[in-house]
């Protein structure tokens, strides 16, 4: 054993710091705990971003809807229970709801404050053109109805028989087959009361009259025209269409306006149509006029070219020698 080992030094040389020596029974100084372990403190989470910040917004077109429906709600109203409403009247005025909605555009547009964004209403605006259609049909649709509806039917109807009954008191002892009068009114409005001598310019009367007896030529029928014209023009009418025929020929005249109704009888022969009748090559009927019938004649009559009729060379051969009936072949 070595000198160090011996005495107890450590092997550097160096001694150990001097033991110390407690009494028995004393008490032992308590070691302070080792502190808990602390937790991770939590991460502070970021800060959420700031809204952005949008303009307000004001729609343009309420009002004027709300006051198309306020009206028009109004109106239906008034044309139920008032009498004498004049609901047509009021459905004119629809297309004045451009006019608020326009308006109500400006107005918005002038009061616009800072970064104020305008917006145009839509819906507004497509009901606002609903209630123009409809305002404007509802305006129409009485037009329609007074035009073709059954009330002036009814009145053409009446004063056309009162116009039959007119011109057959007047023609008494003129040699006339047939009259059929007829009445068309022209103007909106018509009075369901009205007679034939409340016509209007507007409104128009015509006569159709088939003549008897006989007539030798254009002359003598312009002659029997001009001595119905003065009844005609008494009655109101203004357009009248004159007819005559027999088994060969006819006559016709269509008067229409002041200038034909006041004509004489020499310009009323200048106008006259004269028809003859005559039969084609099959046996037809046929109406034409004096001229066509003379040159339609004419070519009937031309003799016919050279060749005309005559049948087609046959295109079998002829110097064939086919066999006799019965006759069997080789």
Known sequence: MTEQERMGLPAGGQPDAAPTFEPAGA?????????????????????????????????VGTVTLGLSLILTGLAITAWFFVPG???????????????FLGAEVLWASA???????????????????LLICASLCAATLPAVWRWYGPERSATEQRLSAELEEQLLAAFQGQDVLGCTGWVNLG???????????????????????????????????????????????????????????????????????????????????????????VVDGFGDTLWMEE??????????????????????????PTDLDLPAAGEETA
């Open 187 to 277: 103007g909106y409005e018509f009075d369901r009361q009205m007679t034939l001598a409340d016509l209007r310019a507007e409104d128009h009367a015509g006569a159709n009259i088939t003549l008897g007896g006989t007539v030798e030529n254009g002359d003598e029928f312009a002659a029997r025209v001009a001595a119905l014209l003065p009844a005609l023009r008494d009655a109101g009418v203004d357009r009248a269409y004159f007819y005559w025929s027999d088994d060969d020929e006819s006559w016709d005249l269509d008067l229409d306006g002041v200038f034909d109704m006041n004509a004489d009888a020499t310009r009323l022969s200048q106008i006259g149509r004269h028809q003859v009748q």
């Open 27 to 59: 008490a032992q100084p308590e070691t302070a705990p080792a502190p808990a372990a602390q937790p991770a403190p939590a991460p502070i989470p970021a800060p959420a971003p700031a809204p952005v910040r949008r303009p307000p917004v004001r729609r």
């Open 111 to 129: 009061r616009r404050k800072g970064e104020e964004r305008l917006r145009f209403d839509f819906l507004a605006a497509f009901v606002s053109f």
């Open 291 to 316: 001229r066509e019938a003379e040159e339609y004649l004419a070519q009937q009559a031309a003799p016919a070219p050279e060749g005309d009729g005559e049948p087609a060379a046959s295109s079998v």
């Open 85 to 99: 409403f004049d609901i047509i009247f009021f459905a004119k005025l629809a297309p004045l709801v451009l006019v």
